[in-house]
């Protein structure tokens, strides 16, 4: 198996981790009340899976950026200091997630033409539908047998995050899905089904935040296209004016996690000298993502990783840009045709 082939089953295995998750009640009882504890064979599989992946795309890597590698080994190594060092299970997390996917975007930057977009394409439909079917299956679970999703709390909020078993993150990943089906399909009418279709799974994953970064994106997506943004405006004003009462508990239920966004930058006082080095973690895991890292991993791995995703999505753009040119439809950057 080549490592294009591998990359892309095992990023589809990634994005299904939080089915068994869903499936056997696994996560973190603090924010989901019905779940149970993660199990360490949990953890097991995933780092056994991340291996796997590292040495296989070594063994087919043809060379490697200078710059990116020394960006890429800074952030490995001051991210195995802090895990050390941690004894919080999300700092943990966070810095797995670092090394894992600083090892992908650095791979695909520095070999950009040995991944198959294609295949990438195929890959992208198949978790679109999965996402799809899986979140019908919770809304049945829930309204059958009420079972309760991650993130949820009876009679406060329910949020479906589909495959991912989390809501923040399929919020996260939408808009991925709608930019690549809105330059797949050039009717009106597939683009206005797809963008309703969105903006209802945005809406079941409670997550505010994501609900207004998804109207945002469609509507600098059909910024040509008035008559179908007013169309979606229209069906999405009725559609609030309904669900006002629920919407509106919901943003209550909210109002502290708002707060803690706000407010988790004051934990910025707790900053010195090593910690900003990122050679001593606070062990804090304040709401603010930006935060986190700089409260665990210091600044100069923060600007590291945010240049290596920069030049990650640079690349796949250079990628897909050619792709378009040849005659192809645009992936999951959700660029429009050139």
Avoid at 71 to 96: P, R
Avoid at 163 to 177: E, H, N, Q
Avoid at 232 to 251: H, P, Q, R
Avoid at 256 to 270: K, R, T
């Amino acid at each position: 198996m080549n490592a294009s082939n591998l990359f892309i089953i095992i990023i589809c295995i990634v994005n299904m981790l939080g089915v068994p998750r869903y499936l056997f009640r696994w996560g973190d009882p603090a924010s989901s009340p019905a779940y149970e504890l993660i199990p360490d064979e949990y953890f097991l599989f995933w780092n056994s899976l991340t291996v796997i992946l590292v040495i296989t795309l070594i063994a087919n890597l043809r060379k490697l950026s200078l710059l990116f590698t020394t960006c890429y080994f800074y952030l490995l190594y001051f991210s195995m200091v802090v895990i050390a060092q941690s004894k919080s299970f999300y700092v943990h997390g966070t810095g797995k997630s670092l090394i894992l996917n600083g090892f992908i975007f650095i791979s695909l930057a520095s070999n950009s033409k040995w991944v198959s977009i294609k295949k990438l394409n195929k890959a992208i439909e198949l978790l679109a539908l999965s996402c799809s079917i899986f979140i019908f299956f919770q809304i049945i679970q829930l309204y059958i047998f009420g079972v309760l999703p991650a993130h949820s709390h009876a009679e406060f909020i329910i949020r479906f995050g589909g495959i991912y078993d989390d809501s923040l993150v399929l919020a996260i990943i939408l808009p991925m899905f709608a930019g690549y089906y809105l330059n797949k399909f050039l009717k009106p009418i597939a683009k206005m089904i797809i963008c309703l279709l969105c903006i209802i799974m945005s809406f079941l994953t409670g997550s505010f935040t994501g609900i207004l970064i998804m109207l945002l994106y469609i509507v600098w997506c059909m910024r040509q296209n008035l008559s179908l943004l007013f169309g979606l405006f229209f069906v999405i004003t009725i559609a609030s004016v309904c669900l006002f009462e629920k919407l509106y508990n919901n943003w209550l239920f909210k109002q502290d996690s708002i707060y803690s966004h706000i407010n988790g930058w004051d934990n910025l006082v707790q900053l010195t000298a090593p910690t900003l080095l990122g050679i001593y973690p606070t062990d804090l895991y304040p709401e603010p993502g930006y935060a986190s890292l700089l409260l665990n991993f210091g600044a100069p791995l923060l600007f590291f990783w945010l240049r290596l995703y920069a030049s990650y999505r640079l690349y796949a753009f250079f990628l897909l840009k050619i792709n378009l040119l040849k005659g192809t439809y645009a992936s999951f950057l959700g660029q429009r045709r050139v």
